[in-house]
Each structure stands twice: as C-alpha cells, then as structure tokens.
C-alpha cells in the first residue's frame, strides 16, 4: 500500500489499509444502496480516517440499483438486506472520477518540490526486471 496512490474500494474494513498510503493519494469508496440512510455515522469513518493521515477521500458511489428493502418498517433488517447486496457500479462515473484525479495527482506530483516525496521503484521484487516508471498511473 505504500505505493498505491488512488485506492478505489467498497466500503468495509480493507480500507484501514489506507493508513499504509503516502500523504497525497486519493480514496474512493463506494455503498451499497440504502447505506445513506441505514448506516449512521460508521459511514463516515474511512473518511475521518483518510484525512487524518493526510488523503483526500474523494468520490462516493453509492449504487441505486440494489433491490429494495422487503422491511421498510424495519430499519435493523433493512441494514442487513443493504450490507449482503452485491453493489453494482456506475463504470462511467468511476471512470470520470479516475481520469480527474489521475490527473490531479499527476499534476501535484509534477509540481511537488519534495523528489523523495514518492520513492518509485526501478525493479520489480518478484521478478528483478526493470519497471516502466509511467506505469506506476
């Protein structure tokens, strides 16, 4: 993780790995559909986290397309029925919020006066072969 720059991830408790990203990167994290309304605060905490190690926690996705609840009077039974959906994604909106903030890091990486802000690898561990230094995006 510590060099991932853009983390795109459902939410759930993977995200903690964020703590092991440089200061700069970017947090995507996406919800199952009716976790805005279900899930209360704890859907905030990758948020809190993300900025308190110095990450900007972007994007949002939240999938509108996750069958309804069966309970509505059932506020309990509908948070279970959210959290064991599988959450769909919008490819296009992911892929629009990717292009801007590649661009937004390539930009404030290209402008950055720190050179050992991001320590790019020249070999890869598994293999010793040399890396391409723009694959790294």
Known sequence: MSYTDILVSAHGAQLTNMFFMQ???????????????HAGVGQYIYRTLAHSV???HEGYWRDPTTPP????????AC???YKDQPIGINETYIANWLSKTISKFRNTSLLSSSPNQHQTKTTCECTN????PTSRL
Not at 23 to 37: C, D, H, K, T, Y
Not at 69 to 76: A, F, L, Q, V
Not at 129 to 132: D, H, V
């Open 23 to 37: 200061p700069g990167g970017s947090v995507m994290e996406i919800f199952p559909a009716g976790w805005l309304e």
């Open 69 to 76: 609840c069966p309970y509505p009077n059932d506020s309990r």
């Open 54 to 56: 110095g990450l900007s």
């Open 79 to 81: 948070f279970r029925h």
């Open 129 to 132: 072969k040399p890396i391409n």
